[in-house]
């Protein structure tokens, strides 16, 4: 083997990095500056770059942890908040561009072998692209995102298991029963041996490292490599490919097998490693594969499968999400934000190439396709969405509920009754005196420290959709809201400012998105005090035209002291007052003073 040119890599990863960094700019993927740059500085273009034996290895070796890691990622509990509506999607999406993909190769006297994995690649859809637009559009609290999110992992699991096949079919070389038979057996038998391997013997792996004090992140993350290497291995062994194994090993290693802080780290460190230094050298290299000549030579090919690939996933998608009941505007409207390709369709394509299944022209025309269709999905998605919106169609999505607060002082338990009365509310405290009397007083109430995982781990942080940090310094208001969100993924956080500095400024809300409560700098002890003194009258006032809530403080207390507590809306349900909403007119605002 020749010897690795640092010269080279440097270069590789320096272009990868120029071309991810501007694509993430322009809210798009950082695979598709990744394979532009590829392209342009590639043999296609200018022929600054060339790909050797010892990048071609890294870039294996980057799929298979980025495979990994994308199996990581995948949370089956994300699944089943879609479960039939992200099924349909899936199936729709997936089928029927699969099928116009196969079909207009064989129109064009491909291989029915080729025809099968230009479908499986213009079939595929991809998460990346579209979680930046999501938050852009402020879309991840909506049915919308958990719809997806669901179709995207179940349409790329459909696209891997036949690409199992396919690849299984391939090794075998020959079409009889018996051929076929043995095939289907050893691919059978390795994902039941991945399932059972993951679901009976990692947590037993894991409750062994835990049992010989075996915590540290070095120690997981060897430990993850080799699972991670030995799934693909068993996969090249089944007559499969490694991505498929590296895939399953990912996939099982999860949160209840290892301890959740060592698996951020260690899922941190995957991230790292696969898409910060290993991935982008094989997308860098996938583009010096491409060449230009099909624009010449091949195309109404690349123009058909490019029009298969978006009618196909459009289409398809709102054809089969009729029986949900949701309707044809939404299936349009995730059809778009399922329009985009990526990692696993390019994956997917460059074995194809690897293994001579597709040509050269093929492969680029593939790449094409995934560069089109994903620019496609911001300007798509924002109309689509847009126009839901304006009909008043965009609905809002309760997998998760409920408020976590942390603070059971008499201020924090004024609003959790009050918040209690219509949702569930979890109280977190690390004074067993606030804890007992908001227990005392009908209110779930959890003792801990709000600044470590195992506190929310016991509040049940994942199934809240608000978390209110309530206490009186604002540093640890901060830092737990931001503990919320890393972790727990907790949408919505409102944070008390105290007007006294800790270190923490409001400028930091922004660095965190959270908002700020009561919409004003606040001192929690006086209100307290107050409350719990009896000392306050509650009022509400009836808002007749729209206003922000920084408006609504202004307006009501330059002559007198308030604090606005919460929103009552038309339909009388009450949300807490904070900066980052709207009063809509005939809402009112319950206030003490």
Not at 482 to 509: C, D, H, K, T, W
Request: proline share 3%.
């Amino acid at each position: 083997m020749e010897e690795l040119s640092i010269v080279n890599l440097l270069l590789v990863l320096f272009a990868a990095w120029i071309g991810g960094i501007t694509a993430k700019r322009m809210g798009f993927p950082s695979i598709l500056g990744e394979l532009l740059i590829g392209i342009v500085l590639g043999p296609a273009i200018l022929g600054i770059l060339n790909t050797s034996e010892a990048l071609n290895i890294l870039a294996e070796i980057g799929i298979l942890f980025l495979m990994a890691y994308i199996g990581m990622e995948i949370n089956f509990k994300d699944l089943g908040k879609a479960s039939w509506a992200g099924l349909l999607a899936a199936i729709g999406g997936f089928v029927v561009p699969f099928a116009l993909g196969y079909y207009t190769i064989l129109a064009f006297g491909g291989t029915e072998i080729a025809g099968l994995f230009v479908g499986i690649a213009v079939g595929v859809t991809s998460l990346a692209t579209k979680s930046r637009i999501l938050v852009d559009l402020k879309l991840l609290d909506t049915r919308i995102a958990y719809v997806l999110m669901a179709g995207a992992l179940i349409s790329d699991t459909l696209a891997l298991i036949i690409f199992a096949g396919i690849i299984g079919f391939v090794d075998a070389g020959s079409i009889d029963a018996l051929g076929l038979g043995w095939v289907a057996a050893k691919a059978i038998l390795f994902f039941a041996f991945s399932g059972l391997t993951g679901v009976y013997l990692f947590p037993l792996i894991g409750k062994l490292l835990t049992k010989i004090k075996l915590t540290g992140r070095t120690a997981h993350f060897s430990i993850m490599v080799i699972i991670v290497l030995g799934f693909a291995e068993l996969a090249e062994l089944a007559g499969l490919h490694g991505i498929l194994g590296a895939f399953m090993g990912g996939l099982f290693i999860r949160d209840g097998v290892f301890s959740r802080p060592v698996l951020k780290e260690v899922t941190g460190v995957f991230h790292d490693i696969s898409i910060g230094f290993l991935a982008p050298i094989f997308f860098v290299t996938a583009g010096f594969h491409v060449t230009l000549e099909v624009f010449q030579t091949d195309l109404a090919l690349l123009v058909l499968i490019i029009i298969g690939a978006v009618v196909g996933k459009i289409l398809g998608t709102a054809l089969f999400y009729l029986p949900s009941g949701y309707g044809w505007r939404e299936g349009l409207t995730i059809g778009t934000g399922m329009n985009g390709r990526g990692a696993v369709e390019i994956i997917i394509a460059g074995i194809g190439l690897q293994m001579n299944i597709i040509s050269q022209e093929i492969f680029s025309i593939l790449v094409f396709m995934a560069i089109s269709t994903t620019l496609t999905v911001p300007v798509l998605l924002t109309w689509t969405t847009n126009w839901l919106r304006k009909r008043g169609e965009l609905v809002k999505q309760d997998a998760r509920r409920g408020y976590l607060v942390l603070g059971a002082n008499p201020l924090g338990l004024y609003i959790s009754k009050q918040l209690a009365q219509q949702s569930e509310v979890t109280l977190i405290d690390s004074n067993k005196d606030h804890v007992n009397e908001a227990q005392a007083q009908g209110l779930k109430a959890i003792y801990g420290n709000a600044l470590k995982e195992e506190a929310f781990e016991t509040a049940d942080a994942l199934s809240k959709h608000t978390f209110i940090a309530l206490t009186g310094n604002s540093e640890i208001n901060l830092l737990s809201a931001q503990l919320a969100y890393n972790s727990f993924y907790i949408p919505n956080r409102i944070v008390l400012m105290s007007p006294v500095e800790n270190g923490a400024g409001p400028n930091l809300l922004n660095h965190i998105e959270a908002s700020s409560l009561f919409a004003n700098k606040t001192d929690m002890a006086a209100w307290s005090y107050k409350i719990s003194a009896g000392d306050f009258e509650e009022k509400e006032e009836k808002v007749d035209k729209e206003m922000t809530p920084r408006d609504w403080v202004k307006k009501n207390s330059k002559d007198k002291e308030v604090l606005p507590i919460l929103i009552l809306d038309g339909h009388g349900v009450k949300r807490p007052f904070h900066y980052n909403d709207t009063i809509k007119p005939g809402e009112r605002v319950i206030y003490i003073q």
